[in-house]
């Protein structure tokens, strides 16, 4: 029985492989994409196999220095990602000849049959500035990073455990035996099955955010702490001295996800926090050149990617005005 489980996951994963394959084909048909469809949607184990693939692609890319081959990656355009906005990943295109798709398949089941960027003390995943990617790991979990962001999977003496090293990552608790636990600086949280939150390293500490089920946070108590229970709803700000929390709405929890679309949604932020906001996506940084601009409101849904709308947005609205100095950056001061 174990020998067959083995076979039709490895078919499940080949498969996978080959539709990542296929669908980056600038020959693949609507009729190539609407099989897919109806491939992923025939079981959460298809779906699952899919992301990692594509996941394994991305990874592949950053690699390509150490493991060269005969295939040239490039990112997609655009109208090529054909995932929901939730689910986003970048799939490459390739080189319409049956053999640079065969070696293209081959790779890619290599590179997920050997594992990710493993250290060590675990296996980490990262993003670049501007860059976000979801992963699902071995137990059907899923970890999404923001912009800049990178986290450390180990799974030791019966426990699944992640550290948020820098950044930001929504993460969905699988259903498993085994306790899935957290950790962002000061911070340990113990995650229901099936629960779903979103945790930002800040200055202050660790900013958790239950978007559905339960988190406990410090689920080992001690003489002087009990395990706090955080529920769908509740944001809390984590520190070594201490913790606060407070009920949110789900528009509220929506706007601050808003990145997992590929937006920044500001809702009476001053114009000071929304450049720090889109600083952190964006190579290009924009600075506030006059302090009496700072407390500016601003409400608005912008991509993360494109500061100089935010920037037009921002001096046609208000009496503000943008100089680009020779290295790119952009500075507001007030106007007239």
């Known amino acids: 029985m174990e020998r067959e489980t083995g076979s039709r996951r490895e078919a499940v994963r080949q498969a ?45 890319d ?81 970890i999404e990073l923001n912009t800049d962001s990178k986290v450390v999977v180990r799974y030791r003496k019966g426990v699944r455990e992640v550290k948020l090293v820098r950044g930001e990552a929504v993460f969905e608790a699988a259903k498993d035996a085994r306790p899935f636990v957290i950790k962002a600086a000061d911070a340990v949280m113990q995650a229901d099955a099936g629960a779903e939150m979103a945790v930002r390293l800040r200055s202050d500490g660790a900013a958790v955010t239950v978007k559905r089920g339960a988190v406990a946070l410090d689920p080992e108590p001690t003489e002087r702490k009990d395990p706090v229970r955080l529920t769908a709803g509740v944001a809390a700000i984590y520190s070594s001295a201490g913790h606060r929390s407070r009920v949110v ?59 100089k709308s935010f920037v037009s947005a921002v001096t046609s609205t208000f009496p503000v005005r943008a100089f680009e100095d020779s290295d790119g950056a952009i500075r507001l001061s007030r106007r007239g």
Do not use: K
């Open 16 to 60: 996978a492989a080959l539709w990542v394959v296929r669908l980056g084909d600038p020959s693949c048909s609507a009729a190539d994409r609407a099989a897919f469809e109806a491939w992923r949607d025939e079981s959460h184990e298809n779906e699952a196999a899919f992301e990692r693939e594509a996941a394994a692609w991305a990874r592949l």
């Open 249 to 307: 709405s789900d528009s509220e929890i929506d706007r601050a996800l808003a990145w997992r679309q590929g937006a920044i949604a500001l809702n009476g932020q001053s114009l000071e926090q929304a450049v720090a906001e889109f600083n952190r996506y964006n190579r290009q940084q924009i600075s506030i050149a006059d302090p009496s601009i700072s407390g500016l409101r601003l409400a608005g849904y912008f991509q993360t990617t494109e500061p």
């Open 62 to 142: 950053r690699l390509r220095a150490m493991r060269p081959g005969p295939v040239r990656l490039t990112e997609a355009r655009p109208d090529r990602d054909l995932l929901a906005p939730e689910r986003r990943l970048i799939l490459p295109r390739f080189s319409r000849s049956p053999w640079a798709r065969g070696m293209a398949a081959v790779t890619v089941a290599a590179v997920v049959g050997a594992g990710v960027m493993t250290f060590g003390s675990g296996t980490a995943y990262a993003t670049a500035i501007g860059e976000r990617r979801v992963v699902v790991l071995s137990d059907n979990s899923r």
